[in-house]
């Protein structure tokens, strides 16, 4: 079975040792997933697989067979941009840019999950059905992906624009 990335089947990489990251990056040249700290500690790295986000610099390519991958070029529809990719630019949700791609792709599998219904730690209720993505909901679960240049407020005005209106 192949890997769905991006909406493309490409086939398995050959050898089994590969990273998700390496494997998009250095094989299907889709640079825009970054290699940060390659520990799983920056967050740079993160794409979505079946909407969930995970850390590709963890995960090797062939767990990976028969799943849809998102990356940050993925999220763009028709030559549009994804809603998050806008409000970065609106906000100035970034500076350098390399955490950016982490920082949205992290964003939109947050949404999902705050859709669902999944608590963070700094979550009031825990049976609530529905959880509020408050400024502190926003950032505890946004703080897996890090920022060195500090563009932290452009970013959280970012996504709390695109999502916390919506209830996710």
């Known amino acids: 079975m192949p890997i ?7 086939p ?18 889709l640079y825009g997933t970054k290699k940060g700290c390659n520990q799983g500690a920056c ?17 090797l390519a062939v767990q990976y ?4 991958v998102t990356t940050v070029e993925g999220l763009a529809s028709d030559g549009a941009l994804h809603p998050l990719q806008q409000a970065f630019i609106d906000h100035d949700g970034f500076q ?19 859709a669902r219904g999944v608590p963070s730690h700094v979550t009031d209720d825990l049976g609530a059905g529905e959880i509020p993505l408050s400024q502190d909901e926003l950032r505890e ?3 897996g992906n890090l920022c060195r240049c500090g563009a932290y407020n452009g970013i959280v005005d970012a ?10």
């Open 96 to 114: 350098c840019g390399y955490c950016t791609p982490g920082q949205i792709c992290s964003a939109v599998g947050m949404a999902e999950e705050v």
């Open 141 to 143: 679960r946004m703080s």
């Open 43 to 59: 967050g740079a790295c993160t794409v979505l697989v079946d909407g969930e986000r995970i850390l590709s610099c963890l995960a």
């Open 12 to 29: 398995v990489p050959a050898d089994a040792r590969v990273s998700l990251l390496d494997f998009v990056r250095e094989h299907l040249e």
């Open 65 to 68: 067979d028969g799943r849809e």
């Open 159 to 168: 996504i709390a624009e695109v999502f916390a209106g919506s209830g996710a």
């Open 4 to 10: 769905i990335i991006n909406g493309r089947e490409v």
